[in-house]
Every structure is written in C-alpha cells, then in structure tokens.
C-alpha cells in the first residue's frame, strides 16, 4: 500500500464513515443476508434509525436494479427519512458473492450509504464519487487486500 | 433471486417452472413426497418435503437466504402462518400468499407485518370474478386487463367481417376515429403472432389486440365487431365462491342475472343473500332448463361449477341452445389449451390469472402489473420508468430509440394522470409507467434489463 494513500485523511468520505461501521471478515450466504448485515452496520449506535425499515429501503432499491458496479463492489444504498447527513459503512466479505452485478462478477467489498430522503447535490455526489473511486485498479487491489477494517477505514479516508 | 415455493399444486408448480428458467434459485417445498419426486430432475429446482409452516422445514429450505416466499399451499392458515414464521425467524422481505376463504379477505387490515405479515394477496377466485366482470362490460371482448390502476386497458376481439376496420389499414383507425387515440398492439392471425405497422391489413378473424384509455375502449370494438346492441341477460352456472361473488357485483349494474346451483342448500343460501338475481335450483347440464330459462336470449352464459367436465360441456351446449357469449372456468392446464379453438368465447383460467399477478412481484425493475396472456406465451407488462438519461436506459429517450427487443411493443404510457398512446416521437420521462406488450416471453429479461436503473441512481 503506498503511502499518501494510508496517511491522507482528507478524502471526500472523511466524516461520514465511523470506525464501528467497517466490519472485514463478514460470512454471508446470500445477497439478502448481505443486505441483512449492511443495515445492521448502517444503524450501529443510532436511536433514530430502524434496522428492518433500512433493511426495506435497501431491497426496494435493490428491485430497480443492481447496485453492483462490477469489479467486486456494491454500493447498496438508500434514501431514508430522519437524518441529516450520510452513513455509510463498508464490509469485506470472506468470500465472494453474487450480486447480479453490471458485470456478473461476485462481489466481495461492500460500501453501504443511506442518504436523507430530501438528499442535496453534495450528498447524492457521495455515491458518483465512489463509483469513480473504485474505477482504479490499484485502489481497488488495496482495498481488497487489507488486513484488518482500521485499515480499511483509512483507505476510504484517503479515497480522493 | 432465491424464491421459495410452498405447495406444489398447479399454481406452485407452474411458477417453479416459469421461475427456473427465468434464472433464479427456486426451493420447493411440499408435504407430499409423491408431488416432489422427480421434480428436481425435471427442473432445476431444489425440493424439501415436509410441513410448509414449520419453522425446521422453512429453515431447511433456506429461508435465511430467500428474497421472497410464495406461499401457495391448499389451505390459507398454513400459508398464513408460513409468511408469520418467515417474517419473525427470518426477515423474509417479500411474502406472498394465496388466501381464498372470504372470511379473511374482508379484513384486509389483519395482513400486515404487526399481525399476518403478507404483503401480497393473491386469490385467484377475486381475480377470476374481476376478469369476468371486465369481459362481460366490453360484450365480444376475449380478454381485457387493466393497467395503471383501470385507466388503460389492452383488449382482444376477433376481428368481425364486415366490421369498420377489416380488410383496412391499422393506421386508417386515425382517420375512422379522430378524435380517439389507440394502438394496435398485436395481431395473432391463424395462430401466428404478428406485430403490427401502420400498414398492416386487418383481416377477418384476427384476434386483435389493442390498448386504449378506458373510455375509449367500446368506440375501438365497435371498429372491429359487428354492430350489434348487446343483450342484459346473463345465466351463471354455479354458485360456488366465484358465482356467488359475480351474481353480488352484477346486482349493482343494470343486468339480469340467473344463478343456477345444482346443491339446494346452497342455492338456499345464496339466494337469501341476493336481491334482483333469481337463483335457480338445476343441474347445469340440463337442456330442458336452459331452454326453459330463455338460453337463447342470453347475452353471456357463464359455467362456473368445479367440474371442469361439466363446465365446458354446458358452456358448448348453451352455445348451442343460442347463448351469445360462453365462457367456462377450466382448471386444468391441458383443457385450457384444447378450449382456445373450440366454439367456446372464452376459457377462464384461475391457474394463468393467478400466475399473471404473482409474476409482477418477482420481476426484477419496478413491474407494478404483469397479465399473462394467450395460455402464458405472451405476456403484457406495466413497469415504471426511474431515473435519467445518465442511469435508465429509457428515460430521456424517445419510444423509437428504446432497444426493445424483437416482438416487444409499447402500446400506452400513463404519466401523472393522463393516459398518452404510443408514437415514436413520445419522449420517455422519469415516473412514467409505460404498457408493453411483449409477443413472446422469452424476451422478458432483456425488457426487465431495459427497466433497470443503473448502479449510481439515488
């Protein structure tokens, strides 16, 4: 992992992404026991959010199409009443999954992000600039390959 | 998706079938081993046998895992209870249900996630009832479904010689109906489907299939059928749960309706329960009694008993007797195929009205309505159009340049509350639910890929 990547802390995702919601290592066996995990890690240490209605909102959302962006990413995702600013949490799965992705590959880096349901151009940016994010190889590679979720957490601060 | 089937009945099996080979991972569960075996070879299915309700079973199914259930057994309460125990243990997100005993459907306040939590109903005898209703408004129709909650419809009549339209142009319409907008959506000639332009002759026995606003329908028939004033006078056969149901609707509408029920207890009791329909006690199969009850003036016989046998049999022989329009209620699968060119108007299948608005649950983009039509080969799709010219492959573009795949037509777009036809130039904008009718039904996917919003839509 390079360096400037690690220790740059100014990304578009600073603020938005708490360190109780990385989580590496997840087992899932099923794209709904997936999203099943994503709205739990959404809704880690909140009072106001409901698991199961963000559960909802990610299937709902899930039913227009994919969110899977290929290369092994997913960014299910969400519009939801209730919250000011963006959550987002993001998981690495054990081993990949089918996602019904653009490309058909399985998936295996998940970034979850709810946004408020009267969301304004900076927050509905979020999701475009991860997409684009993502569309580097050697992100991508050090994404995947992270040994533990602080440093996953820090690659996505450092997301540019 | 990973869909889960309870019961493997008609219904169950037949959209394990249509299911499996639209690319899902479907588990069927039953408690007869008998019903299941074989099944797994024959399709690419997983089978469990055991109780549909029990919790061990679900599990062993793969509820955990499972995007919807479908829970189609025999009875209401396992069925019922199947959805509760996949909602609590599992968070199943999508639970659908058959439900046929009236006793629950007229507390739809009890299907909720705090109580019975299905979130869809399906009861095959409502949707049936409906059908009929809609096929005895439009007199020659063979089929009419609804889209956009009743405000577009497609209809099906066969082409009548002598009628305004044959032997013309389906762009002549325009010129016959100014002031009506339509389209010609399909023409099935001698069994072979036909998607129709502007210059296609419209010839004598087509079955023509078109799209229009609900208030326009009956000025487009007349085009295509014979002008004739249609009769009042409706004979039902059978006072089973859709007879009854139907003879209680009519009774708001100015028809004249007699209800035939072989069983005396029941013709007892449904006509304690029935103002203006005079309820006969008979069998259904008897000439003398058809005779007797004026068959030959009746606008429309209807054979709704649960013997399929007899239904069809005393639907021919009102024909016969001089009844203008028959239907018979065909249960079985091979039957409804034979009846399709018999001298019965139309064979009423629970079985396809059922599988029809289940499939509008498990398509994939937003497919608010699905009717399954001509035995299930060709289907009709109402699916609502999100997003922009940068995620949706059809919003911001004009109908002419959606890549709709061979045979598929748009036929109608309801937008807020106005009902625009088709023409090319109509430019496809977000929110717009758009009608397409689709010849052959192996091309579904690409128009579900079509109606698709792209991975970055908020």
Same mark, same amino acid.
């Given at each position: 992992?390079?360096?400037?990547?690690?220790?740059?802390?100014?990304?578009?995702?600073?603020?938005?992404?708490?360190?109780?919601?990385?989580?590496?290592?997840?087992?899932?066996?099923?794209?709904?026991?997936?999203?099943?995990?994503?709205?739990?890690?959404?809704?880690?240490?909140?009072?106001?959010?409901?698991?199961?209605?963000?559960?909802?909102?990610?299937?709902?959302r899930?039913?227009?199409?994919?969110?899977?962006?290929?290369?092994?990413?997913?960014?299910?995702?969400?519009?939801?009443?209730?919250?000011?600013?963006?959550?987002?949490?993001?998981?690495?799965?054990?081993?990949?999954?089918?996602?019904?992705?653009?490309?058909d590959?399985?998936?295996?880096?998940?970034?979850?992000?709810?946004?408020?349901?009267?969301?304004?151009?900076?927050?509905?940016?979020?999701?475009?600039?991860?997409?684009?994010?993502?569309?580097?190889?050697?992100?991508?590679?050090?994404?995947?390959?992270?040994?533990?979720?602080?440093q996953?957490?820090?690659?996505?601060?450092?997301?540019? | 998706?990973?869909?889960?089937?309870?019961?493997?009945? *008609?219904?169950?099996?037949?959209?394990?079938?249509?299911?499996?080979?639209?690319?899902?991972?479907?588990?069927?569960?039953?408690?007869?081993?008998?019903?299941?075996?074989?099944? *797994?070879?024959?399709?690419?299915?997983?089978?469990?046998?055991?109780?549909?309700?029990?919790?061990?079973?679900?599990?062993?199914?793969?509820?955990?895992?499972?995007?919807?259930?479908?829970?189609?057994?025999?009875?209401?309460?396992?069925?019922?209870?199947?959805?509760?125990?996949?909602?609590?243990? @599992?968070?199943?997100?999508?639970? +659908?249900?058959?439900?046929?005993?009236?006793?629950?459907?007229?507390?739809?306040?009890?299907?909720?996630?705090?109580a019975?939590?299905?979130?869809?109903?399906?009861?095959?005898?409502?949707?049936?009832?409906?059908?009929?209703?809609?096929?005895?408004?439009y007199?020659?129709?063979?089929?009419?479904?609804? @889209?956009?909650?009743?405000?577009?419809?497609l209809?099906?009549?066969?082409?009548?010689?002598?009628?305004?339209?044959?032997?013309?142009?389906?762009?002549?319409?325009?010129?016959?109906?100014?002031?009506?907008?339509?389209r010609?959506?399909a023409?099935?000639?001698?069994?072979?489907?036909?998607?129709?332009?502007?210059?296609?002759?419209?010839?004598?026995?087509?079955?023509? @299939?078109?799209?229009?606003?609900?208030?326009?329908?009956?000025?487009?028939?007349?085009?295509?059928?014979?002008?004739?004033?249609?009769?009042?006078?409706?004979?039902?056969?059978?006072?089973?749960?859709?007879?009854?149901?139907?003879?209680?609707?009519?009774?708001?509408y100015?028809?004249?309706?007699?209800?035939?029920?072989?069983?005396?207890?029941?013709?007892?009791?449904?006509?304690?329960?029935?103002?203006?329909?005079?309820?006969?006690?008979g069998?259904?199969?008897d000439?003398?009694?058809?005779?007797?009850?004026?068959?030959?003036?009746?606008?429309?016989?209807?054979?709704?008993?649960?013997?399929?046998?007899?239904?069809?049999?005393?639907?021919?022989?009102?024909?016969q007797?001089?009844?203008?329009?028959?239907?018979?209620?065909?249960?079985?699968?091979?039957?409804?195929?034979?009846?399709?060119?018999?001298?019965?108007?139309?064979?009423?299948?629970?079985?396809?009205?059922?599988?029809?608005?289940?499939?509008?649950?498990?398509?994939?983009?937003?497919?608010?309505?699905?009717?399954?039509?001509?035995?299930?080969?060709?289907?009709?799709?109402?699916?609502?159009?999100?997003g922009?010219?940068?995620?949706?492959?059809?919003?911001?573009?004009?109908?002419? *340049? +959606?890549?709709?795949?061979q045979?598929?037509?748009?036929?109608?777009?309801?937008?807020?509350?106005?009902?625009?036809?088709a023409?090319?130039?109509?430019?496809?904008?977000?929110?717009?639910?758009?009608?397409?009718?689709?010849?052959?039904?192996?091309?579904?996917?690409?128009?579900?890929?079509?109606?698709?919003?792209?991975?970055?839509?908020?």
């Amino acid at each position: 992992m390079s360096d400037d990547i690690q220790h740059n802390a100014t990304g578009f995702l600073s603020g938005f992404i708490a360190r109780e919601r990385i989580d590496v290592d997840v087992e899932v066996s099923s794209k709904k026991r997936l999203l099943e995990e994503v709205a739990d890690l959404l809704t880690v240490h909140t009072d106001n959010l409901n698991r199961d209605t963000v559960f909802q909102i990610l299937n709902e959302r899930e039913r227009l199409g994919s969110t899977g962006i290929g290369s092994g990413i997913a960014i299910p995702h969400g519009r939801i009443e209730g919250i000011e600013q963006p959550i987002i949490c993001a998981m690495r799965l054990s081993e990949s999954l089918n996602f019904d992705s653009i490309d058909d590959k399985p998936v295996v880096l998940v970034i979850g992000l709810l946004v408020p349901a009267d969301a304004d151009q900076t927050h509905l940016k979020i999701l475009a600039r991860l997409a684009g994010a993502f569309r580097d190889d050697e992100i991508l590679a050090t994404l995947k390959t992270c040994k533990d979720s602080s440093q996953l957490l820090d690659v996505l601060h450092g997301l540019q | 998706m990973k869909i889960i089937i309870l019961g493997a009945g *008609q219904v169950g099996l037949s959209m394990a079938e249509i299911l499996s080979r639209e690319n899902n991972d479907i588990t069927l569960v039953d408690s007869n081993q008998t019903e299941l075996s074989g099944l *797994q070879d024959r399709l690419d299915i997983r089978t469990v046998h055991g109780s549909a309700s029990y919790p061990e079973i679900l599990e062993q199914a793969g509820m955990e895992d499972a995007d919807l259930v479908l829970a189609v057994t025999d009875k209401d309460e396992v069925n019922m209870t199947a959805c509760q125990i996949a909602w609590t243990l @599992f968070k199943t997100p999508k639970k +659908i249900a058959r439900i046929r005993a009236q006793e629950y459907l007229t507390h739809p306040e009890i299907f909720c996630n705090e109580a019975v939590p299905v979130d869809v109903i399906i009861s095959p005898e409502a949707l049936v009832t409906e059908q009929v209703l809609r096929l005895i408004e439009y007199p020659g129709a063979l089929q009419v479904v609804d @889209f956009a909650g009743g405000k577009i419809q497609l209809v099906a009549v066969k082409a009548y010689s002598g009628s305004p339209m044959v032997n013309h142009r389906v762009r002549e319409l325009r010129e016959h109906l100014p002031d009506t907008d339509a389209r010609v959506a399909a023409i099935y000639r001698k069994e072979s489907a036909i998607i129709p332009t502007g210059d296609t002759v419209i010839e004598s026995g087509d079955e023509v @299939f078109f799209v229009a606003a609900h208030a326009d329908i009956p000025k487009v028939m007349q085009e295509l059928l014979s002008v004739s004033k249609p009769g009042r006078k409706i004979i039902l056969a059978g006072a089973g749960n859709i007879g009854f149901r139907l003879a209680q609707t009519l009774e708001k509408y100015n028809y004249q309706t007699k209800l035939i029920e072989l069983n005396k207890n029941r013709a007892q009791y449904v006509s304690e329960r029935l103002e203006n329909t005079v309820v006969l006690s008979g069998n259904v199969a008897d000439e003398e009694l058809l005779i007797q009850e004026n068959i030959e003036n009746t606008e429309v016989y209807c054979a709704l008993t649960n013997d399929d046998e007899a239904n069809i049999l005393s639907a021919m022989l009102a024909k016969q007797l001089g009844a203008n329009r028959v239907m018979s209620l065909v249960n079985r699968p091979a039957y409804v195929d034979l009846m399709q060119s018999s001298v019965l108007d139309v064979a009423l299948s629970p079985r396809l009205a059922t599988i029809g608005s289940l499939l509008a649950h498990v398509r994939r983009g937003d497919v608010v309505a699905v009717h399954s039509l001509r035995r299930g080969a060709a289907e009709a799709i109402e699916a609502i159009a999100h997003g922009d010219p940068e995620n949706s492959r059809v919003v911001g573009k004009r109908i002419d *340049q +959606i890549d709709l795949p061979q045979g598929a037509s748009i036929g109608a777009i309801l937008r807020g509350n106005d009902v625009l036809i088709a023409h090319d130039n109509i430019v496809i904008e977000a929110k717009d639910h758009v009608i397409i009718f689709v010849v052959d039904k192996t091309h579904i996917p690409k128009i579900e890929r079509l109606f698709q919003v792209a991975a970055t839509f908020i």
